[in-house]
T-cell receptor
């Protein structure tokens, strides 16, 4: 079974630029999550989708972050404009349904200069 | 006070030792408890998933949950150099599915 795919794996941008990350969940998984992991910290939930609807985006900085999951499969997370403190690993996870085991992708490592 | 507290380490032990990793939490709504292992530059990988208080064993790993004390543990028996990684505790509950993680403990098993 293929795992969660993410791209790009690494991205370096300057502050105030915009960036987008892509996630392809495990086939058949209805629930998709985006987490932010700052160096030395545990992952922090940004947004949760159930199919193509948002379940929880309470911790998403909506002034600069946006996410969508069209057709209930792939998802993109965008940052516009980026700040220095956005430097982190952005992890995508998926699960068969809510409350089921979450499987994580390898993450996208973002460096904002 | 953070919702989940975990000592970041590093914790260094000799090969073959029993390792004990712990987390405390403050939110009594948490009902589901997990331990993830994360190797450098990789995503977290689920090791153990528990719901009720008590022990759950899987091979060399034992997860322990004490809801009355808001304390969870992971024990690793016969530790191997390949167990060297960061171990993250995670939990959820109270109607929310998103996981709340500890900082992670960096574990080093010396050959």
């Amino acid at each position: 079974e293929a795992g969660v795919a993410q791209s790009p794996r690494y991205k370096i941008i300057e502050k105030r630029q915009s960036v987008a990350f892509w996630c392809n969940p495990i086939s058949g998984h209805a629930t998709l999550y985006w987490y932010q992991q700052i160096l030395g910290q545990g992952p922090k939930l940004l947004i949760q989708f159930q199919n193509n609807g948002v379940v929880d985006d309470s911790q998403l900085p909506k002034d600069r972050f946006s996410a969508e999951r069209l057709k209930g499969v792939d998802s993109t997370l965008k940052i516009q404009p980026a700040k220095l403190e956005d430097s982190a690993v952005y992890l995508c996870a998926s699960s068969l349904a809510q409350r089921e085991t979450q499987y994580f992708g390898p993450g996208t490592r973002l460096l904002v200069l | 006070q953070k919702e989940v507290e975990q000592d970041p380490g590093p914790l260094s032990v000799p090969e073959g030792a029993i390792v004990s990793l712990n987390c405390t939490y403050s939110n009594s709504a948490f009902q589901y408890f997990m331990w993830y292992r994360q190797y450098s530059r990789k995503g977290p990988e689920l090791l153990m998933y528990t719901y009720s208080s008590g022990n759950k064993e899987d091979g060399r790993f034992t997860a322990q949950v004490d809801k009355s004390s808001k304390y969870i543990s992971l024990f690793i028996r016969d530790s191997q150099p390949s167990d060297s990684a960061t171990y993250l505790c995670a939990m959820c509950g109270g109607g929310a599915d998103g996981l709340t993680f500890g900082k992670g403990t960096h574990l080093i098993i010396q050959p």
